[in-house]
């Protein structure tokens, strides 16, 4: 089987990338795996490894991505479909769907999509007019795909109750994460040592966009320094919201309690030094912050979004409804000021790592979504 791929995740350019390593394991199960990715910088193509291929766009402006797009990948369908091999389209995100579905159409090929956002929540649906193109595309893609995979039981429920989609072409796979790797870290001072004036530490990883609602966080912190004013926020990632972060850093007085920091090739020792794991998003497809905090049972405050509800519960976190200021802040000082309680929630995320499949079945359940 020979798989084409329509991305946006101009991360696969990365040496080291998680999105790259992953892309090299699907491509250990198919014949070929060629991946076009929507870039606006100028990227190399690239062959990794003896199966795997990827491709930038290129393209300034979304109208171009649609051009070449359709183009390069029609011709290079076609080479595909020259042996006896099968051929399929996945496609993973709303606006590659309009391509995904003119190019499975024209070309008579088998289409699949992936959801990895929550596309249901009307935070998503509010955020942009962009979002509404976006949501159209998903119901293109959704009516149109053989096979759906989406990574949360969430996103499951949305398909079936609001399009109809058959529950028979849905299937639940989340994103692979290496259990040993996050559960087995040691506990590490890595925070505290470079940040010596916090007595506690918040951490959040997260892109820096506006679905994150980093401003809750920093309005949530704000309360908290009232009992607790050698508490840090320590906030790993990038985004386009990183100016206007900083700049509301800095009217709220907080520029001595928050710290950024860029993207961490090694997340785990930021998770294993930290006192508390925090996420305000208001809508999350899975979250795999989460994931990851909970391996390094680290305790959690959330928003209700992505896979809470499922493996990650009121049982293994404390839960807030989406945008609850006051009640993230009533979990956050509740951990605070009882060590007890921050020890039990460790605890209950001992043993985590067993709600989540082992390599070999997440790779046996990924090949047979595309055989489907």
């Known amino acids: 089987m020979k798989v084409l791929m329509l991305s946006i995740d101009d991360k696969v350019f990365k040496e080291g990338s998680?999105?790259?390593?992953?892309?090299?394991?699907?491509?250990?199960?198919?014949?070929?795996?060629?991946?076009?990715?929507?870039?606006?910088?100028?990227?190399?193509?690239?062959?990794?490894?003896?199966?795997?291929?990827?491709?930038?766009?290129?393209?300034?402006?979304?109208?171009?991505?649609?051009?070449?797009?359709?183009?390069f990948c029609s011709r290079l369908i076609k080479k595909l479909k020259a042996g006896r091999t099968r051929v399929r389209i996945t496609s993973q995100e709303g606006m590659t769907n309009f391509l995904a579905t003119l190019l499975s159409s024209l070309n008579r090929v088998p289409m699949e999509i992936q959801i990895h956002t929550d596309i249901f929540s009307s935070f998503f649906r509010r955020e942009s007019y962009l979002n509404r193109l976006r949501l159209l595309g998903y119901w293109l893609g959704a009516k149109r795909a053989r096979s759906i995979r989406v990574v949360s039981e969430r996103i499951k429920i949305g398909l079936i109750d609001k399009w109809r989609i058959p529950k028979k072409k849905i299937k639940v796979l989340p994103i692979h994460v290496d259990v040993a790797r996050f559960a087995n870290g040691p506990q590490t001072d890595f925070l505290k040592g470079r940040h010596p004036e916090f007595r506690h530490i918040i951490l959040m990883l997260s892109r820096l966009t506006i679905e994150k609602n980093i401003e809750l966080a920093l309005l949530v912190l704000k309360d908290v320094l009232v009992r607790y004013p050698k508490t840090g926020l320590v906030i790993v990632g990038e985004g386009p919201l990183q100016g206007s972060?900083?700049?509301?850093?800095?009217?709220?007085?907080?520029?001595?309690?928050?710290?950024?920091?860029?993207?961490?090739?090694?997340?785990?020792?930021?998770?294993?030094?930290?006192?508390?794991?925090?996420?305000?998003?208001?809508?999350?497809?899975?979250?795999?912050?989460?994931?990851?905090?909970?391996?390094?049972?680290?305790?959690?405050?959330?928003?209700?979004?992505?896979?809470?509800?499922?493996?990650?519960?009121?049982?293994?976190?404390?839960?807030?409804?989406?945008?609850?200021?006051?009640?993230?802040?009533?979990?956050?000082?509740?951990?605070?000021?009882?060590?007890?309680?921050?020890?039990?929630?460790?605890?209950?995320l001992v043993g985590f790592g067993d709600l989540l499949p082992d390599k070999e079945k997440y790779l046996k359940d990924y090949k047979s979504f595309w055989l489907i």
């Open 18 to 71: 998680a999105v790259r390593e992953r892309l090299k394991m699907y491509a250990k199960f198919v014949d070929e795996l060629h991946v076009f990715v929507y870039t606006k910088e100028d990227f190399q193509e690239e062959k990794v490894g003896q199966k795997l291929w990827i491709y930038p766009s290129n393209s300034k402006y979304r109208i171009e991505y649609y051009i070449r797009g359709y183009r």
């Open 245 to 348: 972060l900083r700049k509301a850093v800095y009217d709220m007085n907080l520029g001595g309690s928050v710290i950024f920091l860029p993207w961490a090739d090694d997340p785990i020792p930021y998770y294993k030094s930290a006192d508390i794991f925090l996420l305000t998003s208001n809508y999350e497809g899975y979250g795999l912050a989460l994931i990851e905090a909970a391996l390094s049972k680290i305790p959690i405050v959330t928003t209700d979004v992505g896979v809470v509800g499922g493996i990650v519960n009121k049982f293994n976190a404390l839960v807030a409804p989406v945008g609850d200021r006051a009640k993230l802040v009533s979990h956050i000082l509740f951990l605070l000021q009882n060590e007890s309680a921050r020890f039990l929630m460790r605890e209950r």
